[in-house]
Every structure is written in structure tokens, then in C-alpha cells.
Antibody
Framework: EVQLVQSGAEVKKPGESLKISCKGS????????IGWVRQMPGKGLEWMGI????????RYSPSFQGQVTISADKSISTAYLQWSSLKASDTAMYYC???????????WGQGTMVTVSS | DIQMTQSPSSLSASVGDRVTITCQASQDISNYLNWYQQKPGKAPKLLIY???NLETGVPSRFSGSGSGTDFTFTISSLQPEDIATYYC??????????FGPGTKVDIK
């Protein structure tokens, strides 16, 4: 079964760092782009960026450039999304997604809820 | 940047009704448009890709059409399990993948 399994919910304080993960299985992890999508509470979907695990080529939405870092470790089929200094406005559900060859997001992780509160 | 709009923002319909959602792009995006369904508390799911192609395993009551700037998503006969928010998404301006604001569908 093709799936993406994300790490569990996180509760952090403003200013703390965080790295969440997304492990792919059931397919060739290095052959598909992996993206990240943010959904703030009660709001819509926002695309954050993508990475090609085969060569770590990474692209960011202008809205998220410099705010987060996307990385991948192809040896363990895992992609990451990290923050160096969290803000309360980073509170959201974060989904990792697999990009099909036709650029649709065909596989979604279950989501990781990140709560940032003092 | 390409902006996406959807209408209506929400709708309420009866079981068996035909439901139509429209999505408009701020510029020509050819057929580079996908549709997703997000049920409450769940991750989104791909329903339609490249404007009109049904993803494998998706019921045939769902369909999509359009090209250029105007697109339509249709549920031919609304079922109780179709309660969800539906999002369009463009991918013409790679690597930007812009979502529409969503349309919430309820049962009347």
C-alpha cells in the first residue's frame, strides 16, 4: 500500500524549534516530489513547498520562503519540515503530500497538528 | 501570481440533487486544474486531475470540466457521504500550486 505516515502532534512554545517528519512507503520514494501543505484552524489549504528526494532539489512558495526548511533523507524514505523559531501563527495542521507525475497531490499523509502557545 | 476563486463558498442540497461548483483562475491555466475533497477531520483526497480525469477509485457521480479560466465540478447525485469541503487547485505556474478557498457542501 502506498502511504505517507507523519509524526505525531506537537505542542511548543514561541521561539522553540521543531522538525516534523513524513515517511513514505509502498513506492519508490526517490522518484516522486513530496510537498507540504498548511491548514490553519478553520481555514483552507496553502501549499508551502516541495522537495525531490532523489537529489534534494527544493522549491518554496514565496509565502513560506525563509520561514521553514524542507529536507529529506532518502536512505530512510523520510521528508521533513522544520522551523528554527516558532510563532503562535504557525499553529496549524501540516500535511505532507506526494506529487503524481501529472502534478496532482495523489497521496496525503494523515496530518501533523502543531500548536504553538505560551 | 495566479489567484483562484470558487463559488459558492457554501451550499446546502438534498440527497439525490445535482451539485455544481465553479472555480475561476485569474489567468489562462489550460487544463492544469485538480479537485480535492476534504471531509471533516480528515486529510484531503484527490478526486479529479487535469480538469476532467477521474482519479482511480473515485465514484463516477463526480466529474469535472473546463479549460482556460473557468472550471466546473459536479456531483450528479449528492450522497450523505459527500458532505465535505471541495477545493480546486491550479498547477500552471510551477512550482506554485494555488488552492481555491473551498466550497463547503452540506445536506439540506
Amino acid at each position: 500500500e502506498v502511504q505517507l505516515v507523519q509524526s505525531g502532534a506537537e505542542v511548543k512554545k514561541p521561539g522553540e524549534s521543531l522538525k516534523i517528519s513524513c515517511k513514505g512507503s509502498g513506492y519508490s520514494f526517490t522518484s516522486y516530489w513530496i510537498g507540504w501543505v498548511r491548514q490553519m484552524p478553520g481555514k483552507g489549504l496553502e501549499w508551502m513547498g516541495i522537495i525531490y528526494p532523489g537529489d534534494s532539489d527544493t522549491r518554496y512558495s514565496p509565502s513560506f520562503q525563509g520561514q521553514v526548511t524542507i529536507s529529506a533523507d532518502k536512505s530512510i524514505s523520510t521528508a521533513y519540515l522544520q522551523w528554527s523559531s516558532l510563532k503562535a501563527s504557525d499553529t496549524a495542521m501540516y500535511y505532507c503530500v506526494r506529487h503524481s507525475p501529472g502534478y496532482a497531490f495523489d497521496i496525503w499523509g494523515q496530518g501533523t497538528m502543531v500548536t504553538v502557545s505560551s | 501570481d495566479i489567484q483562484m476563486t470558487q463559488s459558492p463558498s457554501s451550499l446546502s442540497a438534498s440527497v439525490g440533487d445535482r451539485v455544481t461548483i465553479t472555480c475561476q483562475a485569474s489567468q489562462d491555466i489550460s487544463n492544469y486544474l485538480n479537485w480535492y475533497q476534504q471531509k471533516p477531520g480528515k486529510a484531503p483526497k484527490l478526486l479529479i486531475y487535469d480538469a476532467s480525469n477521474l482519479e482511480t477509485g473515485v465514484p463516477s457521480r463526480f466529474s469535472g470540466s473546463g479549460s482556460g479560466t473557468d472550471f466546473t465540478f459536479t456531483i450528479s447525485s449528492l450522497q450523505p457521504e459527500d458532505i465535505a469541503t471541495y477545493y480546486c487547485q491550479q498547477y500552471d505556474n510551477l512550482p506554485e500550486f494555488t488552492f481555491g478557498p473551498g466550497t463547503k457542501v452540506d445536506i439540506k
